[in-house]
């Protein structure tokens, strides 16, 4: 199989940003990515940096915020 390996400053430099998540197993990474400015997790890194970002989460993933 290929890979395709996109860096921080990449993904940034997108004019916009689409994050999606879905089940339970990603509510807690998702509350941490929104609401913590001191987060590390790749997703929260991206999203802060981003110029615009749509986040789309069901209804599990987006159950902690």
Not at 15 to 21: D, E, H, N, P, Y
Not at 28 to 57: H, T, Y
């Amino acid at each position: 199989p290929r890979r395709l390996t996109l860096t921080l400053p990449m993904l940034t430099s997108a004019g916009r940003l689409i994050v999606m998540a879905l089940g339970k197993s990603k509510a807690a990474v998702m509350q941490e990515a929104v609401e913590r400015a001191d987060s590390s997790l790749p997703v929260s890194l991206v999203l802060q940096r981003s110029r615009q970002a749509l986040i789309l989460l069901d209804e599990d993933a987006g159950a902690w915020l």
